[in-house]
């Protein structure tokens, strides 16, 4: 289960209105611009059971944990009519920064369903301005109470990066881009595999600390409106802890 949060005050914001502006009118998917309409960038109003705080957001997420893990998925918001409401626009109530890694879709780890997540994925949850900008926009504009990294068991870009600096040789292409990033948090008091697993708890945390010390983020959590937490997903087990 994911334990209750820390929300530690942070410092104030520096760049609200400028960020605005850009993502609403600039933030693409597959080649189209997302616009400022009332079915896209305004909230609606939330379902009666969907979360509304963070504490609320981190029970539901357990929840559903428990139940994919114990095999009573539910398969929750798949109907005709959740489907229908949908296009009038959407509400989720957790953004998950998670890992591209298949054997961790956060949908099917949290057994939630249409409009309840919006999730970012990244190879070993590395950031870049697209992702920090994709994590402000729930936060922001759709007024999300709840960011959670999620990384996992056995992943293949922490595996890459330990690999690489131990070796000292350059990965292919964007690959070194990924590991250049998680490079910083290597746990160089460990060996071998237990270096590895080490060093994925670590970059959770970091990059939950980056996030959190975001200044639009931070005046967010100061004002008690959001938490940025971090967990890990055990494949062995499936089960998500948190770390943070």
């Known amino acids: ?27 693409a998917l597959g080649g189209a611009a997302l616009t ?26 357990a929840a559903g944990n428990r139940r994919w893990r114990t095999f009573r998925e539910r398969h929750p918001d798949e109907s005709p009519t959740v ?50 900008g994709s994590v402000a926009y729930g936060v922001l504009e759709l007024g999300i109470p709840l960011v959670l990294v999620l990384g ?16 000292g040789e350059r990965l292919p292409a964007h690959i070194q881009y990924l590991a250049d ?12 595999d237990a270096r590895i697993d080490a060093t994925i708890d670590a970059n959770v945390l970091a990059v939950r600390s980056r996030l959190a010390a975001e200044p639009d983020l931070a005046a967010k959590i100061t004002a008690g409106k959001l938490v940025v937490a971090g967990a890990r997903y055990e494949l062995t087990t499936q ?4 770390l943070a």
């Open 181 to 192: 990033q998680i490079r910083p948090v290597i746990d160089r008091g460990e060996e071998g």
């Open 83 to 132: 489907r229908q409401s949908l296009t009038q626009g959407q509400h989720p109530y957790a953004v998950v920064l998670g890992c591209i890694d298949s054997r961790v879709p956060p949908e099917l780890v949290f057994d939630q369903g249409l409009g309840d997540l919006m999730t970012v994925r990244t190879a070993g949850e590395v950031l870049d301005e697209a992702v920090l």
């Open 239 to 242: 089960t998500v802890h948190r």
């Open 36 to 61: 400022a309409s009332a079915a896209s960038a305004t909230p609606t109003a939330p379902a009666a059971s969907r979360p509304t705080t963070a504490a609320a957001a981190l029970r539901e997420l």
């Open 1 to 27: 289960m994911i334990p209750d949060v820390d929300d530690t005050p942070l410092p104030t914001p520096a760049r609200r209105t400028l960020l605005r502006g850009g993502l609403v009118g600039a933030v």
């Open 152 to 167: 996992h068991q056995s992943c293949g870009a922490v595996r890459a990066a330990v690999e690489a600096d131990l070796s």
